[in-house]
């Protein structure tokens, strides 16, 4: 029951929805911290651009900028007094290379049933369209967001059409699990048992 280091962002009208899911990457200073900046900036970004979704490369050049201003933040966190020695020595030397995440980000037109997707890292993204068997999209799972100035995103953008489900996962939950989703009487105790079970 301690904090983690997911961050989840949904935003939506009548015609558009704009989610993004960040996991942040623990063995990176403070990976919450790149998670929820990274999140909070797609967000807004790709809400402003929902009526024309971003090219990849207008995304990547977003998100280099991001870099910098993120930066400060990291250079400047606390390191709590309670974190052990050994632990606080590595987060030190961890500071210079920044904040990490993963993240999966999209714009969903809901009247046209048009999805863009964007992925870096390992979240995993399903789409489900009319008539056909889930697709699971692929990024490099050693894409990466740094506020070290050291980003490898390695950016997957796809669009599909016909679109009627899109689910977002971080590496804690269990693959297939988003299959419980469909019967959502069930969900809530399916995903307690999940969750119990991968921890």
Known sequence: DSAGQDYA????????????????VSQSFFGDLAAAQVSRFLVQFLWSRRDNPPRK?????QLKRLEKTVAEEVR???????????????????????????????ILDNR????????????????????QPP??????????WS?????????????YTNV????????GVAVGWDRE????ESSCDSFQAMAREQA
């Open 135 to 144: 697709v699971t999209v692929d990024a490099h799972p050693k894409g990466r």
């Open 76 to 106: 400047q966190h606390a390191i709590p007094d309670d974190v052990p020695p050994m632990q606080r020595i590595a987060l030190e030397k961890g500071r210079a290379k920044g904040s990490l995440a993963v993240f999966a980000g999209f």
């Open 181 to 184: 989703l469909r019967r959502a």
């Open 112 to 131: 046209n049933q048009s999805l863009d997707v964007y992925q870096a890292g390992d979240v995993r993204v399903v789409v489900r369209r009319s008539g």
């Open 164 to 171: 009627e489900e899109v689910v977002l996962a971080s590496d």
């Open 57 to 61: 490369q207008d995304l990547e050049y």
């Open 147 to 159: 506020t070290g100035g050291t980003s490898d995103l390695l950016l997957e953008s796809v669009a």
């Open 9 to 24: 962002v949904l935003r939506g009208d009548s015609q558009y929805s704009v989610g993004v899911l960040a996991d942040g």
